[in-house]
């Protein structure tokens, strides 16, 4: 349907037809930072779940799991989930992504908050951040969480 022909539904959120394609062809899982990181983390070894529920119960994945180390990995999206550098309110249709964004954030710190108390490290980082650095602070703390682990059992 051509965009003059377009007609928003009843109850949409989006603003005009450019917007809606714009915002469907967003992914929530497998972006580019996600793809990258992976594959550095693979590359050492690592082998992981990717778009998991840590916690069955807690229906919220986290991009890429550690099961037994018990390491929930969030790569977050600057514009999604705030980011304090590089977030920039919307100008069309500001009241509904700024609440967005901010349902988005305490949703974070809860998922956060419930991992930590069912014994969970997690580890959020902006998808600006640089891949390598990011891949080498997951192993690190997967391999402390592993270690942890071993000692605990042979004690």
């Not at 509904?96 to 988005?104: E, T």
Request: proline share 6%; net charge positive; with cysteine.
């Amino acid at each position: 349907m051509p965009d003059a022909e377009w007609v928003r539904p009843l109850g949409s959120w989006a603003s005009s037809a450019a917007r809606r394609r714009n915002m469907q062809a967003i992914r929530s899982r497998d972006t580019k930072p996600e793809q990258l990181i992976r594959r550095l983390l693979h590359a050492q070894g690592l082998r992981y779940r990717v778009a998991a529920r840590p916690l069955p119960d807690l229906r919220r994945t986290a991009d890429v799991v550690f099961r037994p180390a018990k390491v929930a990995v969030f790569i977050d999206g600057c514009y999604w989930h705030g980011c304090p550098e590089h977030y920039v309110p919307p100008k069309t249709n500001a009241g509904y992504w700024s609440d967005k964004v901010a349902r988005n954030m305490a949703r974070d710190r809860d998922t956060d908050q419930r991992l930590a108390e069912a014994g969970w490290t997690v580890l959020r980082f902006w998808e600006h951040e640089p891949s390598e650095e990011v891949a080498t602070q997951i192993a690190a703390e997967v391999e402390k969480r592993r270690a942890l682990a071993q000692r605990k059992g042979t004690a």
